[in-house]
Protein backbone atom coordinates (compact mmCIF):
# COMPACT_ATOMS: atom_id res chain seq x y z
CA UNK A 1 0.00 0.00 0.00
CA UNK A 2 1.23 3.07 -0.83
CA UNK A 3 1.55 6.50 1.35
CA UNK A 4 1.14 9.97 0.05
CA UNK A 5 4.71 10.89 0.26
CA UNK A 6 5.25 7.76 -1.86
CA UNK A 7 7.50 5.42 0.44
CA UNK A 8 5.80 1.84 1.03
CA UNK A 9 4.66 1.58 4.09
CA UNK A 10 7.28 -1.10 4.67
CA UNK A 11 9.91 1.84 4.33
CA UNK A 12 8.88 3.79 7.26
CA UNK A 13 8.91 1.02 9.31
CA UNK A 14 12.53 1.36 10.60
CA UNK A 15 13.73 -2.08 12.05
CA UNK A 16 12.55 -4.29 14.92
CA UNK A 17 15.28 -5.71 16.99
CA UNK A 18 16.24 -9.36 16.19
CA UNK A 19 15.00 -8.90 13.03
CA UNK A 20 17.56 -9.42 9.99
CA UNK A 21 18.00 -7.04 7.04
CA UNK A 22 17.12 -9.58 4.48
CA UNK A 23 13.71 -10.16 6.87
CA UNK A 24 13.41 -6.45 6.83
CA UNK A 25 13.88 -6.23 2.85
CA UNK A 26 11.12 -9.29 2.92
CA UNK A 27 9.05 -7.32 4.42
CA UNK A 28 9.51 -4.23 2.69
CA UNK A 29 9.10 -6.04 -0.96
CA UNK A 30 5.56 -7.66 0.00
CA UNK A 31 4.32 -4.39 1.21
CA UNK A 32 5.19 -2.50 -1.86
CA UNK A 33 2.35 -2.03 -4.26
CA UNK A 34 2.35 -1.89 -7.88
CA UNK A 35 6.13 -2.51 -9.04
CA UNK A 36 5.54 -3.61 -12.56
CA UNK A 37 6.24 -6.97 -13.50
CA UNK A 38 8.82 -9.27 -14.74
CA UNK A 39 9.00 -11.80 -17.36
CA UNK A 40 10.28 -15.15 -15.98
CA UNK A 41 10.40 -18.66 -17.09
CA UNK A 42 9.82 -21.82 -14.41
CA UNK A 43 9.73 -25.28 -14.84
CA UNK A 44 6.31 -26.24 -13.80
CA UNK A 45 4.64 -30.15 -12.97
CA UNK A 46 2.84 -30.71 -16.55
CA UNK A 47 -0.08 -32.03 -14.39
CA UNK A 48 -0.16 -29.24 -12.51
CA UNK A 49 0.01 -26.96 -15.30
CA UNK A 50 -3.20 -28.87 -16.84
CA UNK A 51 -4.74 -29.06 -13.77
CA UNK A 52 -4.61 -24.88 -13.46
CA UNK A 53 -5.95 -24.94 -17.59
CA UNK A 54 -8.82 -26.65 -16.33
CA UNK A 55 -9.36 -24.50 -13.28
CA UNK A 56 -9.27 -21.75 -16.09
CA UNK A 57 -11.64 -22.89 -17.75
CA UNK A 58 -14.00 -23.58 -14.63
CA UNK A 59 -13.48 -19.64 -14.38
CA UNK A 60 -11.75 -20.09 -10.82
CA UNK A 61 -8.77 -18.51 -12.07
CA UNK A 62 -8.13 -15.95 -14.83
CA UNK A 63 -3.99 -17.57 -15.73
CA UNK A 64 -1.35 -19.89 -14.73
CA UNK A 65 0.56 -16.79 -13.74
CA UNK A 66 -2.24 -15.70 -11.27
CA UNK A 67 -1.99 -18.83 -9.64
CA UNK A 68 1.60 -19.00 -9.69
CA UNK A 69 1.53 -15.44 -7.72
CA UNK A 70 -1.36 -16.02 -5.51
CA UNK A 71 0.69 -19.37 -4.67
CA UNK A 72 4.27 -17.58 -4.10
CA UNK A 73 2.93 -14.40 -1.78
CA UNK A 74 0.79 -16.84 0.46
CA UNK A 75 4.40 -18.66 0.97
CA UNK A 76 5.89 -15.69 1.45
CA UNK A 77 3.37 -13.94 4.10
CA UNK A 78 3.09 -17.13 5.91
CA UNK A 79 7.02 -16.95 6.66
CA UNK A 80 6.86 -13.46 7.18
CA UNK A 81 3.77 -13.55 9.66
CA UNK A 82 6.51 -16.88 11.20
CA UNK A 83 9.17 -14.53 11.30
CA UNK A 84 7.46 -11.05 12.86
CA UNK A 85 6.22 -13.12 15.65
CA UNK A 86 9.61 -14.32 16.97
CA UNK A 87 10.95 -11.26 16.21
CA UNK A 88 8.38 -9.89 18.79
CA UNK A 89 8.98 -12.36 21.04
CA UNK A 90 13.27 -11.63 20.56
CA UNK A 91 12.26 -8.18 21.99
CA UNK A 92 9.57 -9.13 24.51
CA UNK A 93 9.36 -13.09 25.29
CA UNK A 94 6.89 -12.69 28.10
CA UNK A 95 4.13 -11.86 25.57
CA UNK A 96 5.07 -15.52 23.70
CA UNK A 97 1.63 -17.95 24.52
CA UNK A 98 2.33 -21.36 24.73
CA UNK A 99 1.20 -24.02 23.46
CA UNK A 100 -1.70 -24.94 25.28
CA UNK A 101 -2.52 -20.41 24.76
CA UNK A 102 -2.49 -21.20 21.26
CA UNK A 103 -4.18 -24.33 21.47
CA UNK A 104 -7.21 -22.81 22.98
CA UNK A 105 -7.08 -20.01 20.40
CA UNK A 106 -7.41 -22.13 17.86
CA UNK A 107 -10.22 -24.05 19.02
CA UNK A 108 -12.45 -20.29 19.34
CA UNK A 109 -11.43 -19.79 15.74
CA UNK A 110 -12.63 -22.82 14.53
CA UNK A 111 -15.76 -22.94 17.20
CA UNK A 112 -14.79 -26.30 18.07
CA UNK A 113 -16.43 -27.71 21.29
CA UNK A 114 -13.31 -27.94 23.41
CA UNK A 115 -12.86 -24.67 23.24
CA UNK A 116 -15.54 -24.83 26.40
CA UNK A 117 -12.62 -26.83 28.07
CA UNK A 118 -9.47 -24.46 28.62
CA UNK A 119 -8.43 -26.89 31.75
CA UNK A 120 -8.46 -29.77 29.34
CA UNK A 121 -6.89 -28.20 26.46
CA UNK A 122 -3.96 -27.32 29.07
CA UNK A 123 -3.47 -31.38 30.21
CA UNK A 124 -3.55 -32.08 26.18
CA UNK A 125 -0.72 -29.61 25.95
CA UNK A 126 1.50 -30.93 28.61
CA UNK A 127 0.44 -34.45 27.40
CA UNK A 128 1.27 -34.59 23.69
CA UNK A 129 4.49 -33.35 24.52
CA UNK A 130 5.27 -36.61 26.09
CA UNK A 131 4.32 -38.25 22.73
CA UNK A 132 5.63 -35.71 20.07
CA UNK A 133 8.25 -33.62 19.30
CA UNK A 134 7.16 -29.97 18.68
CA UNK A 135 3.24 -30.37 18.41
CA UNK A 136 0.93 -28.57 16.64
CA UNK A 137 -1.80 -26.66 18.22
CA UNK A 138 -3.76 -29.04 16.07
CA UNK A 139 -2.21 -32.22 17.41
CA UNK A 140 -2.98 -30.86 20.95
CA UNK A 141 -6.99 -30.33 19.93
CA UNK A 142 -6.96 -33.74 18.67
CA UNK A 143 -5.10 -35.10 21.78
CA UNK A 144 -7.79 -33.03 24.28
CA UNK A 145 -10.82 -34.62 22.09
CA UNK A 146 -9.25 -38.06 22.92
CA UNK A 147 -9.04 -37.30 26.75
CA UNK A 148 -12.62 -35.86 26.61
CA UNK A 149 -13.76 -39.35 24.45
CA UNK A 150 -11.81 -41.14 27.33
CA UNK A 151 -13.64 -39.99 30.13
CA UNK A 152 -17.09 -39.61 28.33
CA UNK B 1 2.23 -7.29 30.39
CA UNK B 2 -1.45 -6.96 29.62
CA UNK B 3 -3.06 -10.00 29.25
CA UNK B 4 -4.92 -9.34 26.22
CA UNK B 5 -1.58 -8.60 24.31
CA UNK B 6 -0.64 -12.34 25.43
CA UNK B 7 -4.32 -13.88 23.96
CA UNK B 8 -3.95 -11.64 20.44
CA UNK B 9 -0.80 -13.00 19.93
CA UNK B 10 -2.22 -16.52 21.01
CA UNK B 11 -4.58 -15.85 17.79
CA UNK B 12 -2.24 -14.82 15.22
CA UNK B 13 0.17 -17.72 16.55
CA UNK B 14 -3.08 -19.93 15.45
CA UNK B 15 -3.39 -18.34 12.11
CA UNK B 16 0.52 -18.61 11.39
CA UNK B 17 0.52 -22.23 12.53
CA UNK B 18 -2.25 -23.46 9.85
CA UNK B 19 -0.73 -20.92 6.96
CA UNK B 20 2.66 -22.43 7.59
CA UNK B 21 1.31 -26.11 7.52
CA UNK B 22 -1.03 -24.84 4.30
CA UNK B 23 0.02 -21.71 2.91
CA UNK B 24 -3.21 -18.59 2.60
CA UNK B 25 -5.67 -20.98 4.91
CA UNK B 26 -5.76 -18.19 6.77
CA UNK B 27 -5.85 -14.43 6.40
CA UNK B 28 -6.40 -11.94 9.41
CA UNK B 29 -8.22 -8.61 8.22
CA UNK B 30 -9.06 -5.55 10.21
CA UNK B 31 -11.71 -2.61 8.88
CA UNK B 32 -10.05 0.37 8.05
CA UNK B 33 -12.99 1.71 11.00
CA UNK B 34 -11.70 -0.44 13.66
CA UNK B 35 -8.02 0.92 12.64
CA UNK B 36 -8.99 4.75 13.51
CA UNK B 37 -10.97 4.00 16.57
CA UNK B 38 -8.05 1.88 17.79
CA UNK B 39 -5.70 4.90 17.16
CA UNK B 40 -4.02 2.48 14.60
CA UNK B 41 -1.96 4.67 12.43
CA UNK B 42 0.47 2.23 10.01
CA UNK B 43 2.97 5.15 9.87
CA UNK B 44 3.36 5.55 13.26
CA UNK B 45 6.84 4.29 14.57
CA UNK B 46 4.88 2.76 17.34
CA UNK B 47 3.11 0.57 14.80
CA UNK B 48 6.03 -1.24 13.75
CA UNK B 49 5.60 -4.81 15.87
CA UNK B 50 2.08 -4.78 14.50
CA UNK B 51 2.43 -3.79 11.10
CA UNK B 52 4.49 -6.93 10.71
CA UNK B 53 1.88 -9.43 11.61
CA UNK B 54 0.36 -9.28 7.45
CA UNK B 55 -2.77 -8.17 8.74
CA UNK B 56 -4.91 -6.68 5.84
CA UNK B 57 -7.19 -4.25 5.67
CA UNK B 58 -10.75 -4.10 4.96
CA UNK B 59 -11.61 -0.45 3.56
CA UNK B 60 -14.73 1.38 4.49
CA UNK B 61 -14.98 1.91 0.64
CA UNK B 62 -18.38 2.76 -1.84
CA UNK B 63 -19.74 -0.39 -1.42
CA UNK B 64 -18.71 -1.64 1.88
CA UNK B 65 -20.30 1.60 2.91
CA UNK B 66 -23.58 0.59 1.01
CA UNK B 67 -23.56 -2.44 2.65
CA UNK B 68 -23.08 -0.88 6.43
CA UNK B 69 -25.32 1.85 5.80
CA UNK B 70 -28.66 -0.44 6.51
CA UNK B 71 -27.19 -2.56 9.49
CA UNK B 72 -26.17 0.64 10.80
CA UNK B 73 -29.83 1.86 10.50
CA UNK B 74 -31.11 -1.72 11.48
CA UNK B 75 -29.25 -2.19 14.41
CA UNK B 76 -28.46 0.97 16.03
CA UNK B 77 -24.88 -0.10 16.44
CA UNK B 78 -21.63 2.23 15.80
CA UNK B 79 -20.44 3.39 12.50
CA UNK B 80 -17.44 0.95 13.61
CA UNK B 81 -19.26 -1.78 13.87
CA UNK B 82 -21.37 -1.46 10.67
CA UNK B 83 -17.98 -1.61 8.95
CA UNK B 84 -16.92 -4.59 10.23
CA UNK B 85 -20.17 -5.77 9.29
CA UNK B 86 -19.12 -4.94 5.73
CA UNK B 87 -16.31 -6.98 6.26
CA UNK B 88 -17.32 -9.68 7.51
CA UNK B 89 -20.36 -9.43 4.48
CA UNK B 90 -17.71 -9.71 2.22
CA UNK B 91 -15.37 -11.76 3.18
CA UNK B 92 -14.92 -15.59 2.22
CA UNK B 93 -16.98 -18.08 4.75
CA UNK B 94 -16.10 -18.95 7.16
CA UNK B 95 -14.71 -16.18 10.06
CA UNK B 96 -13.88 -15.98 12.96
CA UNK B 97 -14.36 -12.43 14.55
CA UNK B 98 -12.07 -11.52 17.62
CA UNK B 99 -14.19 -8.87 19.53
CA UNK B 100 -14.37 -7.35 23.21
CA UNK B 101 -18.20 -7.12 22.69
CA UNK B 102 -19.89 -10.25 21.99
CA UNK B 103 -23.80 -9.47 22.03
CA UNK B 104 -23.46 -6.68 19.45
CA UNK B 105 -21.57 -9.19 16.84
CA UNK B 106 -23.49 -11.73 17.41
CA UNK B 107 -26.76 -9.75 16.46
CA UNK B 108 -24.79 -8.41 13.21
CA UNK B 109 -23.20 -11.92 12.05
CA UNK B 110 -27.09 -12.78 12.52
CA UNK B 111 -28.39 -9.76 10.74
CA UNK B 112 -25.74 -10.33 7.86
CA UNK B 113 -26.43 -13.78 7.55
CA UNK B 114 -23.12 -15.53 7.87
CA UNK B 115 -21.46 -17.77 9.41
CA UNK B 116 -19.21 -16.38 11.99
CA UNK B 117 -17.62 -17.14 15.05
CA UNK B 118 -17.41 -14.51 17.29
CA UNK B 119 -14.26 -14.83 19.90
CA UNK B 120 -14.11 -13.17 23.26
CA UNK B 121 -10.58 -11.22 23.35
Redesign the interface.
Known amino acids: ?1 A ?1 DDGLT ?2 A ?3 T ?1 SG ?1 GPRLQRL ?1 DL ?1 DEAGGGTVGTSMRLPVHLRNAAGVAIELGIGASTAEFTV ?2 M ?3 L ?6 A ?2 D ?2 YA ?2 P ?4 DLA ?2 A ?3 A ?4 HPIASHPQLIRRAADGVQHIKDDP ?3 DVLVYAAGLAAAAA | ?1 HRK ?3 A ?13 R ?2 TVRLVVPTAVRVEAGWD ?2 A ?1 G ?3 I ?4 VD ?1 APLGSRAADLAVPVRVDLGVSVTDAALAAAVATAPEPH ?1 VITSDAQDLRAIADHVGTST ?1 V ?1 IL
Open positions: MVCGRRGLMLLQGRAVEAFAQRALAHAHDTRPEILATELDDTPD | MHRRLAFVEATAARNLRAGRRAADANRLRDATV
